[in-house]
T-cell receptor
Framework: DVKVTQSSRYLVKRTGEKVFLECVQDMDHENMFWYRQDPGLGLRLIYFSYDVKMKEKGDIPEGYSVSREKKERFSLILESASTNQTSMYLC??????????????FGSGTQLSVL | EDQVTQSPEALRLQEGESSSLNCSYTVSGLRGLFWYRQDPGKGPEFLFTLYSAGEEKEKERLKATLTKKESFLHITAPKPEDSATYLCAAGGATNKLIFGTGTLLAVQP
C-alpha cells in the first residue's frame, strides 16, 4: 500500500515563526500536493508539484512556499506564521494528473495551531 | 466558476436505515467525480471515481452514481463503522480537484 507520511501530527507555533511541514511518500509518485482543511470550507489546494524542483501555485498560495528537492519529499513552508494559518494541513500524492482517473493518497494530516 | 456542493451537512441514521448523500457539481469539462471517506483525525481515503453520466460503482454497502449535474452515494443498511465524513470532489478542465465540504454521517446502533 502507498504510504504518505507527515512528520508531525500536532504542531504549535508562535506568530511570526518560520514553519516547516514535511511530507514523504514511498511509492515513487510523480505528483504531490498540499491542502489545508477548514470547517465549512473543505479542502483547498495550496501548492502542488508534478516533478522534482517543479512547483505550481494552487488556489490559496499566499503566505506559503514549497520545496521539492527529492521525488519522495514535498515540504510546505510558512514564511511567517499567522493566526489565520491555524488549520489542518494535508499532504497527498498521485501517480498521474489528478483531475482524470488518478486517485489521491493522503497523509494523516498535521493540525497546526499558531498562537 | 467551478463548484461542488454536498448535502446534507450532517446525517444521523439508525443502523440498517438506508439513505443517500448528494453531491451537486458545476465543473467545466468534467473529467472525474471522486468520493472519499474521512475518519476523525485521519486523511481522506479514496472510495470511487466516476467518469460519465449513468456510471455506477459499488463497494460493500456503498454505491455511487453519476448524472450530468450530481452524484449520489447510496448507503444500504449502514453499520456504525460506516460513520465518517464523506467528501465529494470533481476534476475538470483546469486539472484541479474541487472538493465539497463533506457530509458527516453518524450511524447509531
Amino acid at each position: 500500500d502507498v504510504k504518505v507520511t507527515q512528520s508531525s501530527r500536532y504542531l504549535v507555533k508562535r506568530t511570526g515563526e518560520k514553519v516547516f511541514l514535511e511530507c514523504v511518500q514511498d511509492m515513487d509518485h510523480e505528483n504531490m500536493f498540499w491542502y489545508r482543511q477548514d470547517p465549512g470550507l473543505g479542502l483547498r489546494l495550496i501548492y502542488f508539484s508534478y516533478d522534482v524542483k517543479m512547483k505550481e501555485k494552487g488556489d490559496i498560495p499566499e503566505g506559503y512556499s514549497v520545496s521539492r528537492e527529492k521525488k519522495e519529499r514535498f515540504s510546505l513552508i510558512l514564511e511567517s506564521a499567522s493566526t489565520n494559518q491555524t488549520s489542518m494541513y494535508l499532504c497527498a500524492s498521485s501517480i498521474g494528473p489528478v483531475a482524470t482517473n488518478e486517485k489521491l493518497f493522503f497523509g494523516s494530516g498535521t493540525q497546526l495551531s499558531v498562537l | 466558476e467551478d463548484q461542488v456542493t454536498q448535502s446534507p451537512e450532517a446525517l444521523r441514521l439508525q443502523e440498517g436505515e438506508s439513505s443517500s448523500l448528494n453531491c451537486s457539481y458545476t465543473v467545466s469539462g468534467l473529467r472525474g467525480l471522486f468520493w472519499y471517506r474521512q475518519d476523525p483525525g485521519k486523511g481522506p481515503e479514496f472510495l470511487f471515481t466516476l467518469y460519465s453520466a449513468g456510471e455506477e460503482k459499488e463497494k460493500e454497502r456503498l454505491k455511487a452514481t453519476l448524472t450530468k449535474k450530481e452524484s449520489f452515494l447510496h448507503i444500504t443498511a449502514p453499520k456504525p463503522e460506516d460513520s465518517a465524513t464523506y467528501l465529494c470532489a470533481a476534476g475538470g478542465a483546469t486539472n484541479k480537484l474541487i472538493f465539497g465540504t463533506g457530509t458527516l454521517l453518524a450511524v447509531q446502533p
